[in-house]
């Protein structure tokens, strides 16, 4: 069996590399004809989308020969968990019949909930294609009396239903071919290749993808890979074939720098303030990416609404999924929760599509987001007195009125910095009620004021500051939240600071710099006092090291600017930005 799978890879990767027209025919040169604002563009828009697990380990749904996937952990990793023989991984999968799969229905369902685009495992961790693969006979059609193709008819049923169609593709994990990474138990890892790999299976399958499931949205890859030339490859390969297609953040190695569209987050992770850098969250709805017959630890329609609020309000967009059965059924109880959310869409969508980062800080009482001329105040904890109270906005206030009843305006009053809008005595919604304020201009806010610590300290990260030019608030999973992308003057980053204690601080900085990022100077300027600093590599990608600047007077208490920016234009970026720290001097 392995053997003729060798050969069918073999002669794929000949045609994949191009020895011979590859399965596509020519392999276009990456495409540069659409800017990156432009690709991103429907993804800020649409915010919400389904992910979809589906594959062979749907069918053991986290037990084999008696043993059981805890709740808690992953269906999808059944495999590797029980160190499952390929050969018996396969002749499972020969038994995949999902004759109760209906895409229309799939695809309904995510309209219904108010997903604006759909993701899908072609191939995940098994290395078990969902689709009619030419590359490895390990595929759906021509390994199960199935005989059909689920993501042509997916793709069909998006485009017919205006959704967008995007496939997942796990392509450095794979569990089923001998150079795939991984798979320990049935192949000697000292006689595996895995550039063969990539040759032969990975880019060959996600050249399919990109060629016969017409337009795709997205291609989320996952779990990266080993150098940035390998990912590259896959960058230039998408970006040839479908210029406008999206590559998320996993294409690359989670802890090098971000070569997709945008950024991952963990999975079902939220970020503490507002990234710069466009993000997304993957969830699982219970606990499981693939189907478990005995998770039933479901999110209710209030856990996710909340969240996707949370995540839209922070700037991110939120990928929600649904573990369906083997035999194509959705877990009745994703259904439920799906269209309950959908329900709250239906009523509030505007206050979620195409929204931005609220300017605002975290409020108790719930969330934000901002579209125009409107800020979306999402109240999660209905007041006890019914008076919703908020500061720091700059803008007037024209109205207000509960999202769900326009026709109906609440009195809203501004005592100095605080804002109150009266409500009605009870909440419309229990999980969010959205009040709606119109007012004048793009909602604003000061940056905050930074006060010091109980030790009289300073310490100033990526929360409290402005960016300004190329520079952005950014996620990486080794890098954890950083400021970088700067490489000129015109790119700084600033914090107000209220001094209370007058006096000597000394000045110290905190970042991770590349190899070739030396030598290069910046300002770092304290109200009118300024100190200079050059860049030292602390090694390579995110090493993080604390440099002493030296020191500053401050004369007297009161309110101060601080920013750093390059001293120079440059062709990298400054640094991988962490924390300014200014400690008294006593
Ligand atoms: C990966 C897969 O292993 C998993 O089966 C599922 O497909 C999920 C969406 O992606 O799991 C990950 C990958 C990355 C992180 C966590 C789980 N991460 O960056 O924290």
Redesign the pocket.
């Known amino acids: 069996m392995r053997d003729r799978i060798a050969i069918v890879s073999i002669l794929a990767g000949l045609m994949g590399a191009g020895w011979g027209s590859n399965l596509s025919g020519q392999v276009n040169p990456a495409d540069t004809s659409v800017s990156a604002e432009e690709r991103i563009r429907w993804f800020r828009q649409d915010k919400l989308g389904m992910f979809i ?1 589906w594959g062979p380990y749907s069918l053991p749904a986290g037990e084999w020969k008696g043993q059981r996937v805890p709740v808690g952990d ?1 269906g ?2 059944i495999m590797q968990r029980f160190n499952i023989p390929v050969k018996e991984y396969r002749e499972m999968a020969r038994r995949m019949n999902p004759v109760k799969f209906n895409a229309e229905q799939w695809v309904s369902l995510a309209k219904a909930a108010g997903m604006k685009y759909l993701v899908i495992t072609a191939k ?2 098994d290395g078990f294609a969902m689709y009619h693969s030419r590359v490895s006979e390990s595929n759906i059609v021509d390994w199960t009396p199935f005989k059909r193709d689920p993501l042509k008819e997916l793709s069909e049923a998006c485009r017919k239903a205006g959704i967008r169609f995007c496939v ?1 593709y796990s392509h450095r994990e794979d569990w089923d071919h001998p150079d795939g990474y991984g798979n320990n138990w049935d192949y000697d890892r000292t006689k595996k290749d895995f550039e063969r790999y990539l040759e032969q299976k990975s880019k060959p399958q996600v050249r399919e993808l990109l060629t016969d499931y017409g337009p795709l949205g997205l291609v989320w890859f ?2 990266g890979l080993n150098t940035p030339r390998q990912a590259q490859d896959f960058v230039n390969l998408v970006r040839g074939l479908q210029p406008r297609c999206l590559i998320n953040g ?1 294409v690359g190695n ?1 802890g090098q720098e971000l070569m997709g569209d945008y950024q ?1 987050m ?2 079902n ?1 939220m970020p503490t303030g507002g990234l710069e850098e466009y993000w997304e969250t ?1 969830q699982t709805l219970n606990t499981t ?1 693939g189907y478990s017959k005995f998770d039933q630890q479901w999110k209710t329609a209030g856990n996710v609404i909340q969240r996707l609020v949370e995540i839209v309000g922070k700037g991110g967009n939120y990928l929600l999924n649904i573990g369906p059965m083997a035999d194509g059924t959705i877990p009745p109880p994703s259904v439920a929760v799906l269209e309950k959310v959908g329900a709250w869409m239906r009523k509030n969508g505007d206050s979620i599509y195409g929204t931005s980062a609220c300017p605002l800080a975290e409020f108790p009482w719930g969330r934000c987001t901002v579209k125009g001329e409107k800020v979306y105040l999402h109240v999660f904890s209905w007041p006890a007195d019914a008076v919703l109270r908020l500061s720091g906005l700059n803008n007037q206030v024209r109205s207000a009125y509960l999202l769900v009843d326009p026709s109906r305006e609440l009195a809203v009053s501004r005592e100095n910095r605080v804002i109150s809008v009266a409500l009605p005595a009870k909440s419309p919604d229990e999980d969010d009620t959205v009040v709606v304020l119109d007012v004048s201009g793009p909602p604003n806010a000061d940056p905050p004021l930074i006060t010091q610590g109980s030790d009289s300290a300073f310490e100033l990260d990526y929360l409290g500051a402005v960016t300004a030019g190329k520079a952005v608030k950014r996620f990486n ?1 080794d890098g954890k939240f950083h400021i970088s992308k700067w490489t000129g003057p015109e790119d700084s980053i600033t914090w107000r600071l209220l001094v209370s204690q007058a006096g000597t601080y000394k000045v110290s900085i905190r970042y991770a710099a590349r190899r070739d990022w030396g030598q290069s100077k910046y300002v770092v300027a304290i109200g009118p006092q300024s100190l200079t600093g050059v860049v030292e590599p602390t090694g390579d990608w995110y090493q993080y090291k604390t440099f002493d600047l030296g020191v500053v007077k401050i004369a007297k208490a009161g309110e101060y600017k601080v920013a750093i920016w390059p001293a120079a234009a440059s062709d990298h970026y400054l640094m991988y930005f962490q924390s300014l720290a200014l400690e008294p001097v006593l």
């Open positions: 697990h992953e999808e990793w995940h961790h997942y996952d779990r996993r989670y991952n963990n999975d992770g993957p990416w999973r």
